[in-house]
């Protein structure tokens, strides 16, 4: 059995940053993810003139529930969407002139939805070029608050923004959501706004969302459930078994579901209190799954279909689209190169079996699969997917290994000691 030590949360250490610094008091981050997203979040905010101090185990955060210390910044958001979306949005609840900017692969990310949301709450935010993308301006005198209508359907990170900035605002938020992809993640920003001392209540499609700030308090990160998804994955396709510790049934983050999938799929799976554990079967079956909660793991099941007994459909994924890249076809053009059967449509992808089933142990490294150069589109999760691949596939690399920096910038060294406890297992 392989144990698996998997880093903090990126989406919850972005999510506790933001709210550290607009609690009442200075707030202790336990375990925060270090990587190149959350370092770009943390270096945002002291730009703006909070102040951050980082140890290798925590961080702490002197909150401004005013806004920022300055009353002029110039931020650059690096590839991080929740950077981009979430500092300007933490920015105009404050007073002063913020300029965002952020990487070419982050600028064509769309901002549109949140941008009417905040001009129709009275923000002063203007694009420099581009509607609806970075770089942008606020001039921010605060936030009255009141009611607004909000389309959620390209990415929950709009919605959430909204929730979070809600407390900072003089009266509050309702906030009417007229659709919303990947819904698990707004019951996490729920969570953690009730654990800075702010309820969040729900009138059927609408948000409300109190005045009266946030409290300062300390938060553990708990690890990261999507980067836990290739190491589970990792021991359904090999037959091993996989422990993740700090990952079980009081888990915040809806990508854990993905062990179901893998359930579905014939794998053996234990969720305790504290730890998840996934065990292959030496086998994989076909499955048809909706993965619009989950679309950050569909990347993760699209690189071990191949090896399923039947088909494997993954449906609901159109927001993947406007990811770092367009995930859905990075995938499928990938499965391609590697010799794999793949079908498309706007929001679906389809995988017929390319390596005559799965097996314990890897003894069929691939079938009728061959190695390739991977093209990542300098996107973290084509990368660590793929990687699972190289499990059965031999010959398999990767025209941007390093942009896993972005979420786990230890991940090839992690994966490597996996792989040799996994065939080991095989082996023996």
Not at 138 to 153: F, H, K, P, Q
Not at 243 to 253: D, E, N, S
Not at 269 to 287: E, I, K
Not at 288 to 303: E, G, H, Q
Request: hydrophobic share 40%.
């Amino acid at each position: 059995m392989a144990l698996v030590d998997i880093p903090g949360s990126k989406s919850l250490t972005a999510r506790a940053l933001f709210l550290a610094a607009a609690a009442d008091g200075v707030t202790t981050l336990q375990r925060p993810l270090r990587s190149d997203d959350t370092e770009g979040f943390a270096e945002g905010l002291t730009r703006l003139g909070y102040r951050v101090g980082r140890t290798p185990d925590a961080w702490q955060v002197d909150g401004r529930p005013q806004g920022p210390a300055l009353a002029e910044a110039d931020v650059y958001c690096r590839d991080g969407a929740t950077t981009a979306r979430f500092l300007p949005t933490l920015a105009a609840a404050g007073r002063g002139t913020y300029r965002f900017d952020a990487s070419p692969q982050m600028r064509r990310r769309p901002l549109l939805p949140l941008t009417r949301a905040l001009r129709d709450l009275g923000v002063d935010l203007r694009h420099e070029e581009a509607e609806g993308h970075h770089p942008l301006t606020v001039r921010a005198a605060g936030v009255e608050g009141g009611d607004v209508v909000l389309d959620a359907g390209q990415s929950s990170q709009y919605l959430t923004a909204l929730l979070l900035l809600g407390p900072l605002t003089r009266t509050g938020l309702r906030i009417t959501v007229t659709d919303l992809v990947s819904a698990p993640y707004v019951e996490i920003t729920i969570a953690m706004m009730r654990a800075f001392g702010v309820e969040v209540g729900r009138e059927g499609n609408t948000y409300v969302v109190p005045p009266g700030g946030y409290r300062a308090t300390t938060y553990a990160i708990e690890p990261d459930a999507s980067t836990a998804s290739y190491f589970f994955a990792a021991a359904a396709l090999t037959g091993g078994e996989v422990t993740v510790p700090g990952l079980g049934r009081g888990a915040l983050q809806g990508d854990l579901g993905f062990v179901d999938v893998l359930r579905r799929m014939g794998a053996r799976v234990d969720v305790g209190a504290d730890r998840t554990t996934v065990s292959g079967t030496g086998g994989l079956h076909g499955v048809t799954v909706n993965m619009r909660d989950i679309s950050d793991t569909m990347p993760t099941l699209a690189a071990i279909a191949p090896f399923a007994s039947g088909p494997v459909r993954i449906e609901d994924v159109a927001n993947t689209r406007v990811k770092e890249c367009d995930r859905l076809e990075a995938c499928a053009e990938n499965l391609r190169r590697l010799g794999a059967e793949v079908a498309t449509g706007p929001d679906w992808i389809e995988i017929r079996p390319g390596a005559g089933g799965s097996r314990a142990g890897g003894s069929r490294a691939g079938g009728s699969l061959t190695g390739a150069d991977i093209k990542t589109y300098g996107d973290h999760r084509i990368v660590m997917s793929f990687a699972v691949t190289g499990l059965r596939v031999p010959g398999i690399s990767f025209d941007d290994p390093g942009c896993v920096r972005k979420t786990f910038p230890g991940f090839h060294e992690a994966f490597a000691e996996l792989a040799k406890v996994l065939r080991k297992d095989g082996d023996g």
